[in-house]
């Protein structure tokens, strides 16, 4: 059975190091540089370069090919359902996929309360159906469910009064 540790643990390192690839863009290029180096997976181009302020990674791993962004005010991973709606005032600063599965860190300026109420609503608008739902200050978590998808919202309270938002699109199991 292959060692499936390092493909899994990749997604997170990548995820976690996102926030300091944003604030600090030297040291975030090289921490990604070594998360690279440390999975053993090869590199893919790039289709097209990033721009300044963005790092893109690209790895083909056995699973299929997985992409990491980390930057500010990210444009949409392509492929990404229009029946998901984003609060308009968050900024996308991370994203990944693998396969269908889409992972994104976004940042709003609003506190957890309204950016939470306002997202839990836009998703029954758009046909979601909660399937859990924890409200535990200072995170708040929605998991719901659409046709054969599975979304995964958290929401966590910053110190500076905004909002941290991860969103996990993947296929619903069973």
């Known amino acids: 059975m292959a060692d499936r540790s390092t493909p899994m643990a990749l997604p997170l390192l990548l995820a976690l190091l996102a926030a300091g690839c944003v604030r600090d863009e030297p040291r975030g290029r090289d921490l ?11 590199v893919a181009d790039v289709a097209e370069p990033p721009s300044q302020d963005e790092n893109i990674v690209t790895l083909q791993t056995e699973d299929g090919l997985y992409t990491a962004t980390a930057g500010d005010d990210l444009p949409l991973p392509p492929g990404f359902p229009g029946d998901i709606r984003l609060p308009a005032d968050a900024r996308v600063q991370a994203s990944t996929t693998r396969g269908t599965a889409i992972s994104l860190s976004l940042h709003s300026p609003r506190s957890a309360d309204p950016v939470f109420e306002g997202f839990r609503a836009a998703q029954r608008q758009a046909g979601w159906r909660e399937a859990e739902v924890i409200e535990q200050a200072p995170v708040r978590s929605l998991g719901l ?14 110190p500076d009064g905004g909002t941290a938002v991860s969103l996990t699109l993947r296929p619903a199991s069973g």
């Open 145 to 158: 469910r659409k046709d054969a998808r599975l979304l995964e919202a958290t929401f966590t309270s910053e």
């Open 32 to 42: 990604l540089e070594r998360a690279i180096e440390a999975s053993g997976e090869p």
